[in-house]
Structures are given as structure tokens and as C-alpha cells.
């Protein structure tokens, strides 16, 4: 092995003693021929074959362009002069250890072992652009100082083993477009500076390997566009800031001052931004594939990047015409993107949008005891999204709105002990937002918006429009709605087998059941008790929880009273007829002729607000048929009526005038009752009614007791009708 060398130089010093001085094209001397041509040094058996130089101040350039250099090289301790010349050499190694570079120009460079510039500074442009490297790169340590510029160039740079950069320094783009390593990429603890612009280009980066930046600090953007990692990608515990600002700030589809761009980038394993991950500014992964896990608990996404309270970027363009932030903008970006295991965010701090729309996850989606903050906007958006398995945000803190619309969820979607205030607006109507709006989703077992270590609580309300759920929707302990005018709840056309309606207070708005369909209800006073009104047309349900007990009429009374004051008064047959129908079909056809009675009632009290002059006669119709004859639904008053009526007919006509024999050649004996027996029924004939002629105002009674007679007679036989059949 060939060494030149010196002791004690410092390589920062730009003016070392002269002694220290070397031309750089000395450093070939001793190994080549005076024909150009190059021969191995003399060197004891077994030594490699290595020119080693170490604590030399290095004049003029070391020029080894365009040619073959069949030894290793190594810089221990140098400073160099000239930026070392490398390009479309083929060389067998080389390394620059605690050297100091103004630059190195190595483009289409071809190492047959490693390429090593570990623990060196470099103050200008490193230069790998189309190199091929055997071996591995190593930039441990290393500090690339090139402000405002490119400080490492390597553009479809082939490593066929690691890139080595462990705690790298670098000031400038570390630009890698199109590069292809072969082993793992090791970038942990290092720090990446180009502020407003990109940290790291990887656009098109292939890494065999695992892509790792665990504990980095990073000021830029880092851009892996279209980047394929063939294991995982790890970001764990790095900070992230000061992205690249985009021109058109006011596009809906951008993220101004994005910190990291994932777009379209392939990642074989897990994608780990977890653990102490802090990015000032949106992470953006829109249409990327990922085989493993997206792992974001006990990260923070912030959107508003180092700002004060001011919404950023598209979050800005929404909050000009309001009084107060509309949002701040998207924090995380997720559009597209399809993960093949799950998406953890426990312990998560978003600040900003969770953006998720078409986003396909196989396994469960967790944000359990998470933040999530975007006032008066969308703190989760993630319509038509497809989960796997659950979708789990228990305990969690969300200043915003979740729009979920058209989601499918393999399992549970569970909200329980959450809490979701100041939902936003739309855009082109006045009315707010819900706080969770899941219309159209398909939900294959549970809906739980209900309390868990606290109350669930939703001041913009629930909506689930047209939403299948599989089994069960609870909103057992919630706390529904804060403002009168809006829906605390909104079901309309929902299906589901369970539904259970007990919050923990009285709904703040208006609550529609329209078309619901359940199998069992199970509800308490406070639903019924709901501020606003209680949109009941067409809502089926099968069965009561706590089923009615056959001798339980205060039960019937209270929910009778409950549907008045849900309907706020107002006439809507369907609930009383879905009501008396599921009473019915439980075998309690008492309760329900009680329900269809009050039914009768409220139609009769409506027809006759509707007629004013007219209104005494129907209320008192309605009166007479409700006590005679239960509108048809009590028969058995109406044999009591007729027995009453014969009682009254017989006591009239045996305290009345003697009536007197139509036929004087008739021998019949008078008997008040069973003339009076003779007329109130009607078809049977006993043989007194056709032979006493009753005169004056016996003959109004008599013609009264006939009329009285076939009304009160056919109701009693039409309910022994229907009691037959059955």
C-alpha cells in the first residue's frame, strides 16, 4: 500500500503550513509508467493495492477523468484545493474520510467498491449524476454545504448496496431523481436543510431495501414521487418544516407548504411516521400503494406550519368571507392511496384536514385518543373510503366536522366516548354541517355513537342518510345537537336490525326517522323529549327492547304522550298505525285498539282546525263515537250502550202512558221490557214491537231505541266477528 502523509492537519484551515502543501497530481506518482499506462506499486506480499493519503492540503485538481484506476483510494485528514475530478472515471474505490471538498465532480462515475465521503465536509456541488457504484455509498457523518443550490446531485445513480448517511449534514437539495439502490438506505439522524424548497428530490427512487429517517430533522420538502421501496419506510421520531410553497396556492388539489410528497410511491412494508413525527406543514401520500402498515400514533400533523393562528393556504381561501379561521388547510393526505394492512393513529395530533377520500385499507383503521383539530371545516374527510376491518376513533377530540359519506366498513365503525364541536359550513348554502355525516355508508356490524369513558357528544348532530348498518346503531349516552334550527340527528332511509335512540339528554334540533327500518327499538324519555320536532313518516320498526306488558297501560299512556310531543301536535297517522302494528303483532291487541283510538282522536281534533264553523259539530261527533263505540275499535262499549239503552227505553215506557193494542182481538199481556228489548235489537222480532201503538213522544223514543238499536247491534256483531276469526 502506497501512503503519503503528514500528522495534525486541520482541514478546515484554508492556509495550512506549507509543509503540509501536496499537488494532487502527485498523489499518481510512483504508480504509473511514463507511457500513461498503470502498474501495481511495490508492496510487501499480501498488502492491497491502495494509495492511501492522509493530513495533506491537496493543490490543483486531482484529475482522474475518463480514466481506469485500478487501485483504491483513500483521503484521510485532506483538504482539497480544486474539486476532485471523477467524471466517467472507473475507478476501484475510493474514499474521502474527514476530508474538506469544495465539490465533487463525479458524474457517470464507476466504482467497483465503495464510494465513501464519511465524516467529510463538502462546500459545493457533489456531482454523482448516472455513477454506478458496486459497493456501497457512505455519507456518514458527512456535511454537504451548498445554500440555495444542489448540494448533492445524483439523478439515476446506481448503488449496488447501501446508501450509507447516518447523521448526514446537508445544506441544499439532496436531489436522487431516478436513483436505484440496491441495499437499504440509512439517512437516521440526519439533518436535510433547503427551507421553502426540496430537502430531498427522490422522485423516482428505487430502494431494495428499507428507506430509513428515523430521528431526522428536516427543512424542505422531501419529494418521493413515484419512489418504489422494496421493504419499509421510516420517518419515526423526525421533524419536518419549512416545505417548498406552491405557486398556486389557491388550487383546491394542492398543499401549499407540503413537508412531505408521497405521491404515487410504492412501499413493499410499513410506512412508519410515528413516535415523535412532528411535520409543520401537510404530509402528502395521495394514490400510494403500501404492503404493511401506515403507522401515524403519537404523531403531529400540522398544517399550520409555524404560523400564528392564521388558516393557511386553500383553508385561507374559505375563511376570507367568514368571521372567524375556516379551517387550516390539509395536514395529512391520503386520496387514493391503498394500504394493505392497517392505519394506526393512536395518540395522534392532526391540525388541519385528515383528507382520506377513496382510500382503501385491508386491515382496521384506529385513531383512538387522538386530536384532531380544524375548526368550522373538515377535520376528517374520507368519503368513499373502503376499510377492511374497524374504524375505530374512541376518545378522541375533534374541533371540525367528519365527513364520511359513502364509506364501507368491514366491521365497526366506533366513535364511543369521542367528542365533535364547531363542525363547518357549506359552501354554497347557509345551513351548517353535521358533525358526523356518514350518509350512504355500508357499515357491516356496528354504529357506535355512544358513550364510553365519557359521553359521546356531537353539537352539529349525526346524519346517516340511506346507511346500511349490519347489526346494531347505538347512540346510547350521547349528547346530539347545540342549536335548535339544525338536525341533532338525521336517519333518513336508514336499515339496520338494532337501533338504539337513548341519549343522555334531550336532542338540540330537529330529528328525522324517515323510512328507518329496524327490527328492534330501543329508546328512553329524552329522545321522545327532542327540542325540535321528530320526522316519524314511514318508520318500521319490529319490536321494543323492553317489550309492553300486557297490563302495563301506563306504559301505552306515556308513549302516546310521547308521539304527541314528538309530532309537536301536529296529525301524522303512520306513527300510531306502525305503533298499534308492532302492539299487534306481539298479541297485545288491547294496547294497540287503545293506540288506534288516540289515532281517531288526534284525526277528528285535526278535521276540525280545519273547519271552523264546523268544528263544534265534528268534535262533538268525535266525542260520541270515541265514548259509544271507541271509533270502532271497542265493541264491547258498544254492548254496554245497548244494554243502557234498553234499561232507559224499558224504565220510559213502564213510567210512561199504557200503550194500546194495534189489534183489540190481540190478548197480550204489556211488558215494558221486552218491548223495549223488541226494538233496540234490530232483525230479531219477539213479537211485542208490531202490536202496541206508542203515541206522542213514546213514538220519537221508540224510533230512537230502533236507530240506537242497529248502530250499537252491528259494532257489537262486527267485533264478534273479528274475535272469531281469530
Given at each position: 500500500m502506497a501512503e503519503v502523509g503528514a500528522?495534525?492537519?486541520d482541514v478546515f484551515d484554508p492556509s495550512p503550513p506549507r509543509s503540509a502543501r501536496m499537488a494532487a497530481a502527485e498523489v499518481l506518482r510512483g504508480v504509473g509508467e511514463p507511457d500513461g499506462t498503470w502498474r501495481l506499486p511495490r508492496r510487501r506480499a499480501g498488502m492491497p493495492p491502495v494509495v492511501r493519503v492522509a493530513d495533506r492540503f491537496l493543490t490543483g485538481t486531482l484529475d482522474l477523468r475518463a480514466v481506469e484506476f485500478p487501485y483504491l483510494l483513500e483521503f484521510v485528514r485532506c483538504r482539497f484545493e480544486e474539486p476532485p475530478d471523477l467524471r466517467q472515471g472507473k475507478l476501484a474505490g475510493i474514499e474521502f474520510a474527514d476530508c474538506w471538498l469544495p465539490g465533487l465532480s463525479a458524474r457517470n462515475l464507476s466504482s467497483a467498491n465503495e464510494v465513501s465521503l464519511a465524516g467529510s465536509t463538502v462546500e459545493g456541488l457533489v456531482d454523482l449524476v448516472d455513477a454506478d457504484v458496486a459497493g456501497s455509498l457512505s455519507l456518514r457523518d458527512s456535511a454537504l454545504v451548498l445554500a440555495d443550490g444542489i448540494a448533492l446531485h445524483a439523478d439515476r445513480l446506481k448503488v449496488a448496496g447501501g446508501l450509507l448517511a447516518q447523521r448526514v449534514r446537508v445544506t441544499g437539495e439532496l436531489r436522487m431523481a431516478g436513483a436505484h439502490v440496491g441495499g437499504y438506505c440509512n439517512f437516521s439522524g440526519g439533518r436535510l436543510t433547503n427551507p421553502h424548497g426540496h430537502a430531498f428530490n427522490g422522485t423516482g427512487l428505487h430502494v431494495g431495501g428499507n428507506l430509513l429517517m428515523n430521528g431526522c430533522a428536516l427543512r424542505g420538502t422531501v419529494l418521493l414521487a413515484g419512489a418504489r421501496v422494496d421493504s419499509a419506510l421510516t420517518l419515526r421520531g423526525s421533524t419536518a418544516a419549512d416545505g417548498r410553497a406552491d405557486d398556486d396556492a389557491l388550487d383546491p388539489h394542492s398543499d401549499p407548504n407540503a413537508t412531505l410528497v408521497f405521491d404515487r410511491i410504492a412501499v413493499e412494508g410499513d410506512v412508519q411516521l410515528d413516535r415523535g413525527f412532528t411535520s409543520a406543514g401537510a404530509v402528502r401520500m395521495v394514490n400510494a400503494a403500501l404492503g404493511g402498515t401506515l403507522s401515524l400514533s403519537g404523531g403531529t400533523f400540522d398544517a399550520m406550519g409555524e404560523a400564528d393562528s392564521e388558516p393557511t393556504g386553500y383553508g385561507r381561501a374559505?375563511?376570507?368571507?367568514?368571521?372567524?379561521?375556516?379551517?387550516?388547510?390539509?395536514?395529512?393526505?391520503?386520496?387514493?392511496?391503498?394500504?394493505?394492512?392497517?392505519?394506526?393513529?393512536?395518540?395522534a395530533t392532526v391540525r388541519g384536514q385528515l383528507r382520506m377520500v377513496d382510500l382503501q385499507a385491508k386491515g382496521s383503521l384506529i385513531l383512538d385518543g387522538s386530536t384532531l383539530d380544524n375548526p368550522r371545516a373538515d377535520a376528517v374527510l374520507g368519503n368513499r373510503s373502503r376499510i377492511g376491518s374497524n374504524f375505530a376513533a374512541r376518545e378522541v377530540e375533534v374541533t371540525g366536522g367528519l365527513e364520511l359519506r359513502a364509506v364501507h366498513v368491514g366491521a365497526n365503525l366506533d366513535l364511543r366516548g369521542s367528542r365533535i364541536t364547531r363542525p363547518g359550513r357549506y359552501r354554497h348554502q347557509p345551513a351548517g354541517k353535521p358533525s358526523l355525516d356518514v350518509g350512504g355508508a355500508v357499515i357491516g356490524r356496528d354504529l357506535i355513537c355512544a358513550r364510553g369513558a365519557k359521553e359521546f357528544v356531537a353539537h352539529g348532530g349525526v346524519r346517516a342518510r340511506r346507511a346500511q348498518v349490519g347489526r346494531m346503531a347505538t347512540f346510547s349516552g350521547a349528547v346530539l345537537g347545540d342549536k335548535l334550527d339544525a338536525h341533532a340527528l338525521?336517519?333518513?332511509?336508514?336499515?339496520?336490525?338494532?337501533?338504539?335512540?337513548?341519549p343522555i339528554s334531550p336532542p338540540r334540533g330537529d330529528v328525522t326517522l324517515r323510512q328507518v327500518r329496524c327490527t328492534v327499538l330501543d329508546d328512553n324519555e329524552h329522545f321522545w323529549g327532542a327540542t325540535g320536532r321528530i320526522d316519524l313518516e314511514e318508520f318500521r320498526y319490529d319490536s321494543l327492547r323492553h317489550p309492553i306488558d300486557l297490563r302495563d297501560d301506563g306504559e301505552v299512556d306515556r308513549r302516546l304522550?310521547?308521539?304527541?310531543?314528538?309530532?309537536?301536535?301536529t296529525y301524522r297517522p303512520g306513527p300510531?298505525?306502525?305503533?298499534?302494528?308492532?302492539?299487534?303483532?306481539?298479541?297485545?291487541?288491547?294496547?294497540?285498539?287503545?293506540?288506534?283510538?288516540?289515532?281517531q282522536r288526534l284525526r277528528y281534533r285535526a278535521v276540525a282546525e280545519g273547519r271552523r264553523w264546523l268544528r263544534p259539530l265534528v268534535l262533538l261527533w268525535s266525542w260520541l263515537q270515541r265514548a259509544m263505540v271507541g271509533y270502532g275499535y271497542r265493541p264491547a262499549r258498544a254492548l254496554a250502550w245497548l244494554v243502557v239503552t234498553w234499561l232507559v227505553g224499558s224504565l220510559w215506557f213502564a213510567a210512561g202512558p199504557e200503550l194500546k193494542e194495534i189489534n183489540a182481538d190481540d190478548e197480550l199481556s204489556w211488558n215494558p221490557w221486552l218491548f223495549t228489548i223488541d226494538l233496540v235489537v234490530p232483525i230479531v222480532d219477539f213479537g211485542n214491537k208490531n202490536r202496541w201503538n206508542a203515541p206522542g213522544t213514546s213514538q220519537w223514543i221508540a224510533s230512537g231505541l230502533i236507530v240506537m238499536g242497529w248502530v250499537l247491534a252491528t259494532t257489537v256483531a262486527a267485533g264478534v266477528t273479528r274475535m272469531l276469526k281469530r
Open positions: 500528522r495534525g492537519l374559505l375563511a376570507t368571507d367568514t368571521a372567524e379561521p375556516t379551517g387550516f388547510g390539509r395536514a395529512l393526505h391520503l386520496d387514493g392511496t391503498t394500504v394493505g394492512g392497517d392505519i394506526i393513529g393512536r395518540q338525521n336517519l333518513l332511509g336508514m336499515a339496520v336490525q338494532e337501533l338504539e335512540l337513548t304522550r310521547w308521539l304527541r310531543q314528538a309530532m309537536r301536535r300510531y298505525d306502525q305503533f298499534a302494528e308492532m302492539l299487534r303483532a306481539g298479541g297485545n291487541d288491547e294496547h294497540a285498539a287503545t293506540v288506534l283510538v288516540e289515532k
